[in-house]
């Protein structure tokens, strides 16, 4: 299926990159990387696969690891050309710098969409253009399968379930309520729907299991604290805090010790993720459990990619193997932890 969908392609890049010969007569110098943020490379570079990456943003420390990942992997070395951009957390500038790499008339255009929605139109013009489409990391709701080569990324309901389950098992013998807080993911994301999702599904095994309040810190460190900082306003008996992410999870405890208490002890914290500054703080007793979600996403992407120019085909959904820490395995982990 992706290698007929591959050979359509490879007439339909032809029409493209004549297109762009086209509109660099017309005067059109630059890149065609018009989204904000950080930009690279760009055209076709010789004998080298040129790809187009639209990435999310920058708003957590795993989003950093994955940029790292993609950079350091899909390199000139490796026969590619990579141009890359940074959608600042905005659908829109996403649909810009994918408009912009059909444009250019890369070979394959891959992304992390940062919302589940939305992506029908541009994606139908990418296979109209014959530009295979990889999603990395997030999925999109699409119903049209065909419009996406493969989706490369973590299980977030699996996440979410990994989590609900340490949750479960701490407070096995409770007899009272306990008042859980989540920390959601930016709103409509995937990994903030499904790990909402795969918790609440695991922790309803035990109706002492509550959760008081649950809102968007959007991912990002600062949106953690100050969501927290309203929840311990509102609610005086919190027990447990969820986050969608360690960074989060990080913002939370700053909001916690602010208010003057224990974070792993008075509140206890559990995260997804297992970035450097997650694990150092499970490692510390701040945070008490994280699942792991994998950012380095760059090899697979490569072999995915790789696969595909050499006419082969790909699975349409491809796993990250991933784990889970306790304090004692985030110690031992620490050191060789890449990210
Ligand atoms: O968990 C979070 C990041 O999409 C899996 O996005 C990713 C999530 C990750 O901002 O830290």
Not at 175 to 193: C, D, F, K, M, S
Not at 314 to 324: N, S, Y
Not at 326 to 338: G, K, M, S, T, W
Request: hydrophobic fraction near 40%; glycine fraction near 10%.
């Amino acid at each position: 299926m992706v290698s007929k969908k591959f050979r359509t392609r490879s007439i339909a890049s032809g029409i493209a990159v004549l297109a762009l010969g086209l509109a660099a007569c017309a005067g059109s110098g630059d890149s065609g990387d018009s989204a904000s943020g950080d930009s690279s490379g760009g055209g076709d570079d010789g004998g080298n696969i040129s790809v187009g990456f639209s990435q999310v943003g920058s708003e957590s420390g795993w989003r950093a690891a994955n940029t790292k990942s993609i950079k350091d992997t899909l390199t000139a070395d490796a026969g590619f050309d990579l141009s890359f951009s940074d959608a600042q957390q905005k659908q829109e500038n996403q649909i810009q710098a994918i408009r912009s790499y059909i444009a250019q008339g890369v070979d394959y255009i891959a992304f992390s969409p940062v919302v589940e929605t939305g992506w029908d139109a541009v994606l139908n013009e990418a296979k109209a253009a014959g530009i295979p489409v990889v999603l990395t990391d997030r999925a999109v709701d699409s119903k049209d399968t065909s419009l996406y080569v493969s989706f490369l990324g973590s299980d977030f309901i699996e996440e979410g379930k990994k989590a609900g389950l340490w949750v479960l098992d701490e407070y096995k013998d409770t007899t009272e309520p306990v008042n859980i807080v989540q920390l959601e993911g930016t709103t409509g994301a995937a990994p903030a729907i499904d790990r909402a999702e795969g918790f609440a599904d695991v922790i309803r095994q035990n109706p002492n299991l509550k959760v008081v309040a649950s809102q968007t810190g959007d991912f990002t460190r600062a949106g953690g604290k100050q969501v927290m900082e309203a929840m311990l306003k509102s609610n005086p008996d919190i027990d447990l805090v969820y986050a969608h992410n360690d960074d989060m999870g990080l913002g939370a405890i700053e909001a916690i010790e602010a208010a003057g208490l224990v974070p792993g002890e008075d509140i206890k914290i559990v995260t997804v993720d297992a970035v450097h500054d997650g694990m150092q703080a499970l490692a510390d007793g701040k945070i008490n459990f994280i699942v792991e979600c994998s950012p380095l996403l760059g090899k697979q992407l490569v072999d995915i990619i790789k696969t595909l120019n050499d006419g082969g085909s790909v699975e349409p959904r491809i796993i990250t193997e991933e784990t889970t820490f306790n304090q004692e395995q985030a110690i031992e982990a620490l050191p060789d932890r890449q990210y």
